[in-house]
């Protein structure tokens, strides 16, 4: 026998099996000192943050001085009824709603279509092609359809080259959506939005599609409904929460990205534009933090929604 095997074999110390004894007999403290870690780190850095995010949004900024006073006060939030700030969480809220209804109807068909009928191969195929533009950077991918949405991008030139360059001009000329290119339009950035959270979506339909049982839907064939009705009332209700799930996804990260506008887009602010400019531009930190919190209540409210319907359990 071999040094290693006898090293191998041989007893754990008194002492490893005194401790082990000891915390096996206290499964209470063994999970405590499990969770402290994570825990710990959740509260001192996340909740503690949040903490500090809505304390700030309580003070106010000197208009003479420019100095932040640290009293108590709803000034702060007062200033977010003004118009231009009621314009931004209006914009934001509309691109993010429009977003989420078109992911979710883009995502649907491919979502059914690779629960229900696509082979194994075909499957693991259409998960990769999902899953592909996640894994390359999120600026490149955003300064890529810059590129093709530009005046002289792709999408242009073929256009023009099938005869369709005036609907394009007809489309960007609508003051709603439109802009002098697709690159500086409304329009041009809820395609790229679209195109960067739609992986977000597809995945939990399909989940919540994996999780409907084929003898359902071999019942509601047998018991003479036909497969639209099927679809209304057996399929969409079970995958309803699959859609509210990825709505959550879409809809918070259009609430908060400030890149996107930023980099598509013309010059009207979207909230996390607004928060970045007020906290670095004006260094008004409070008006920043409470236009912060704004999203956060429309996230708190939405998701205890989506708990309702739920949507937790396609997740």
């Given at each position: ?48 943050s ?60 491919l979502?059914?279509y ?18 592909l ?22 999408i ?16 960007l ?61 057996v ?44 906290q ?22 939405y ?9 937790f359990?396609?997740?």
């Amino acid at each position: 026998m071999t040094a290693t095997t006898l090293s191998a074999s041989a007893p754990a110390p008194s002492w490893w099996r005194r401790l082990s004894t000891f915390f096996y007999q206290r499964p209470n403290l063994s999970l405590v000192l499990t969770l402290l870690l994570p825990l710990g780190w959740l509260l001192v850095f996340y909740i503690g943050s949040l903490a500090a995010l809505l304390t700030q949004s309580f003070f106010r900024l000197d208009g003479f001085t420019g100095q932040i006073v640290r009293q108590f006060s709803l000034r702060t939030y007062s200033e977010l009824f003004t118009p231009a700030n009621t314009d931004i969480f209006v914009r934001t809220g509309v691109m993010a709603a429009a977003v989420t209804v078109a992911s979710a109807i883009i995502a649907f068909p491919l979502a059914y279509y690779m629960a229900r009928y696509a082979s194994y191969r075909v499957k693991g195929l259409l998960y990769l092609l999902v899953l592909l533009p996640l894994w390359s950077s999120y600026l490149v991918r955003v300064y890529t359809w810059k590129i093709i949405l530009a005046q002289e991008g792709i999408i242009t030139w073929f256009l023009n080259g099938l005869g369709l360059g005036g609907v394009l001009d007809a489309i960007l000329s609508i003051p709603a959506i439109g802009g002098p290119s697709l690159s500086f339009s409304f329009l041009g950035m809820f395609l790229v939005f679209v195109y960067i959270w739609l992986p977000y979506m597809i995945l939990p339909i399909n989940a919540a599609l994996e999780r409907v049982p084929k003898s359902v839907l071999e019942a509601s064939s047998d018991l003479g409904a036909r497969p639209g009705y099927t679809f209304r009332r057996v399929i969409l209700p079970l995958a309803f929460p699959g859609v509210v799930a990825g709505s959550i996804f879409t809809f918070s990260l259009t609430l908060g990205d400030y890149i996107i506008p930023g980099v598509i887009g013309n010059s009207s602010f979207f909230i996390g534009q607004a928060v970045f400019a007020q906290q670095g531009t004006a260094g008004n930190i409070p008006l920043a933090a409470a236009m912060t919190v704004v999203p956060v209540i429309i996230m708190v409210a939405y998701l205890l929604v989506a708990r309702r319907l739920g949507a937790f359990d396609a997740l």
